[in-house]
C-alpha cells in the first residue's frame, strides 16, 4: 500500500486518508475517489490529496478483518459485520470467556497492522456481550500477512464462551452451639443468589453437626441428585485432616488441593466424588463480595475443570478487595487520621402528604426547618454538609442562603428516594471516609446526636455502617462508609439502602438516639406536634 500526498491526476480509485472539504463537496476519510469526485475537487481548486492506494498484494481492511475471522476457531461466539476495518464478536450465550493468550499475543506480533483484543480469561459473559474485536488499523494489509495469520490460527481455537450448564447444587453447613442460625440462614441466601447468577439451582441443604461422620453422610447424600456439593464448615479449615477435607475422603472422595493463593478465599477446599466436585468454601464466601471461592464456582458450573495446577495458577491477580468482616484484616495498621464524614441533608422530597405546602419551609422557631437540618449538619462537622435539593429547589436554596452548604440538584426527585442517595454519592469529595444520610424533614435530631454517630464510625476505623436507633428499632440517619458507595447506584425508586446495610457482609453500629431518631413531618399534625409553623406564603 502507498500512502501519502497524491496528485489528483492519479486519484482515481484511492481510498482518502482524512475527511476533506472543498466548497460544497464533503468526503468522509475511508471514501474511495470516483470520477465525479476527482472532477469536483479539481473543480474546487484542490490539486493533491492524502490518500493510500492499494496494490496487487494488499488486502482492503474489511476484506482483511473477514479474512482473519474466517480464520480464528472458537465456540459459543458470534461474529458481526467488518465495518472500517473492524469485526465485533459476541457471546451466544451467558458463561465463562476462555482464550488461547498464547495464540493471540503471537498474531498481534505478527504485524501492527492487524490487532485482536479480547476480554480476560475466565471472565464471566452475559448473552450478546463484546467478547473480542478484530481490528485492521490501515487502510489495507499485506496478503502475505493474512496467509501467516490463517497458519498460525489452523488447528487452534482463539477463544469461546462456555455455557453454565444450569447446575444442580446441594449446600451442606455444619453445626456448632457457637454459631447463630440467622448466620446459616443468611449463608443460604447469598448462596442460592451465587448460583442463580450462574443460571443453577440450589436443590437442598443439610445442616449436620461439625463433625467427620455426620458431615461425610451428608456428603454422599448430597452428592446422588446434585452436579456441585458446597460445604460450609462452622469452624474454619486449618489443615489437611481438618473435619471438612477428612469428611471428604472419609465419604469415598478425593481432596485434589486445600488452600488457594487468592485473597479473600484462602481456605478454599477442592474435593470430588464420584466425578462430582465438591468444594469447601471458605468463611468469606458468606459475603457476597468477590472472592476465590466464586473463581472456582463459575468454572465448574460452566463445565470447566478446575485442577490443583489452577488454583496453584490464580495468585497473580488473586488479591481482591478487603472484607471488613474478616476477624482479622489483612493490614492491621491503625487509620493514619480521623475518618472525615460528608453530611447530606437530602431536601428533595415532594412533601405529598402535607396538603400542598412544602413541610421544608415549615418553621421551627422562624426558623425553616430545611435551614435547621443544615445548621445541624454544619454544627456536627460535616465535611462537607451536601444539601440535595428537587422539588422547590429554588425556594429550599434561599432558605438555605449564607450558609457553608454545597447545594446540588436532585433533577430526577420525582422517582423516589434512590436518586437523591445517588445525587449525594457524587458530590461527595474523595477526602470523605463515608456519608451521613440524613432526612430534612426530622426537626428532634440535634448536632450532639449527629457528633455520637459520627465519632462511633470513626473510632471503628471508618469501614461500618452506623445506623440511628430507637428502643432498637431501625430509625434515621444512617452513616454509610465509601465502600457501599458503589453499590448505592444500584438501587432504584423510593427505596434507601436498607437491603445493602441488612445483606450481613459489613459490619453495623447501631447508636440509640431515642424518639428524635424516629419523629419525622410526613403530615401537617405530625408537624404541628413537632412545634412546627406552615407561613401563610407557603401554604
Not at 456536627?380 to 440538584?409: F, K, R, W
Request: charged residues 20%; aromatic residues 4%; proline residues 5%.
Amino acid at each position: 500500500m502507498i500512502f501519502g500526498e497524491t496528485s489528483i491526476e492519479d486519484a482515481l480509485g484511492a481510498i482518502l486518508g482524512h475527511s476533506t472539504h472543498a466548497g460544497a463537496l464533503k468526503l468522509k476519510k475511508g471514501h474511495v475517489l470516483a470520477v465525479r469526485d476527482i472532477e469536483q475537487l479539481r473543480e474546487a481548486g484542490v490539486t493533491k490529496v492524502i490518500a493510500a492506494r492499494l496494490q496487487e498484494t494488499d488486502m482492503e481492511e474489511n476484506a482483511a478483518a473477514q479474512k482473519v475471522t474466517r480464520a480464528l476457531q472458537w465456540f459459543g461466539v458470534r461474529a458481526g459485520p467488518a465495518s472500517t476495518g473492524r469485526v465485533n464478536c459476541y457471546a451466544e450465550r451467558a458463561g465463562l470467556f476462555t482464550v488461547d493468550a498464547d495464540l493471540i499475543h503471537a498474531i498481534n506480533a505478527i504485524d501492527p497492522s492487524v490487532t485482536i483484543a479480547t476480554l480476560k480469561p475466565f471472565e464471566r459473559v452475559e448473552q450478546g456481550q463484546m467478547v473480542a474485536t478484530i481490528k485492521i488499523i490501515p487502510f489495507a494489509v499485506a496478503v502475505s500477512v493474512m496467509e501467516t495469520i490463517s497458519e498460525l490460527a489452523r488447528s487452534r481455537t482463539a477463544f469461546g464462551v462456555h455455557g453454565f450448564a444450569g447446575s444442580r447444587v446441594g449446600l451442606i453447613q455444619t453445626m456448632l452451639p457457637s454459631l447463630k442460625a440467622t448466620v446459616l440462614d443468611k449463608t443460604r441466601s447469598v448462596i442460592e443468589k451465587r448460583i442463580a447468577a450462574n443460571h443453577g439451582f440450589l436443590t437442598s441443604e443439610l445442616r449436620p453437626a461439625h463433625a467427620s461422620e455426620p458431615l461425610s453422610a451428608a456428603i454422599r447424600e448430597l452428592q446422588k441428585a446434585n452436579e456441585i456439593v458446597i460445604v460450609f464448615g462452622a469452624s474454619a479449615v486449618v489443615d489437611q485432616a481438618d473435619v471438612v477435607p477428612a469428611s471428604i475422603r472419609e465419604a469415598g472422595g478425593a481432596v485434589h488441593h486445600v488452600g488457594m493463593p487468592v485473597d479473600p478465599g484462602n481456605l478454599l477446599v477442592l474435593g470430588e466424588l464420584g466425578g462430582k466436585a465438591v468444594i469447601g468454601a471458605p468463611g468469606c464466601a458468606r459475603s457476597p463480595k468477590e472472592n476465590g471461592f466464586d473463581w472456582v464456582l463459575e468454572r465448574l458450573m460452566a463445565n470447566v475443570p478446575v485442577t490443583k495446577a489452577d488454583i496453584v495458577g490464580m495468585g497473580v491477580g488473586g488479591l481482591l478487595m478487603e472484607i471488613p468482616t474478616r476477624p482479622q484484616p489483612r493490614d492491621p495498621r491503625p487509620p493514619a487520621a480521623r475518618s472525615n464524614v460528608a453530611i447530606a441533608v437530602l431536601a428533595a422530597g415532594q412533601s405529598t402528604r402535607m396538603k400542598g405546602s412544602n413541610k421544608l419551609l415549615a418553621t421551627f422557631d422562624d426558623v425553616p426547618l430545611v435551614r435547621r437540618s443544615a445548621m445541624t449538619a454544619i454544627e456536627a462537622d460535616g465535611h462537607p454538609v451536601i444539601a440535595v435539593l428537587g422539588y422547590m429547589a429554588e425556594e429550599c436554596s434561599a432558605a438555605l442562603d449564607g450558609l457553608n452548604v454545597v447545594t446540588v440538584l436532585n433533577k430526577d426527585y420525582a422517582s423516589g428516594l434512590a436518586s437523591s442517595l445517588q445525587t449525594a454519592i457524587r458530590h461527595v469529595p474523595p477526602s470523605a471516609d463515608g456519608v451521613m444520610m440524613l432526612l430534612a424533614d426530622m426537626p428532634a435530631l440535634s448536632a450532639a446526636d449527629l457528633k455520637s454517630m459520627i465519632s462511633r464510625f470513626q473510632n471503628a476505623g471508618g469501614q461500618s455502617v452506623v445506623r440511628a436507633t430507637y428502643e432498637g428499632k431501625r430509625g434515621n440517619p444512617v452513616l454509610l462508609p465509601r465502600l457501599l458507595f458503589d453499590e448505592i447506584f444500584s438501587l432504584a425508586g423510593d427505596v434507601g439502602a436498607r437491603h445493602l446495610i441488612e445483606r450481613g457482609d459489613i459490619p453495623v453500629i447501631d447508636v440509640e438516639l431515642g424518639e428524635a431518631a424516629a419523629i419525622d413531618v410526613d403530615t401537617p399534625d405530625m408537624l404541628n406536634r413537632a412545634g412546627g409553623t406552615i407561613p401563610d406564603t407557603i401554604r
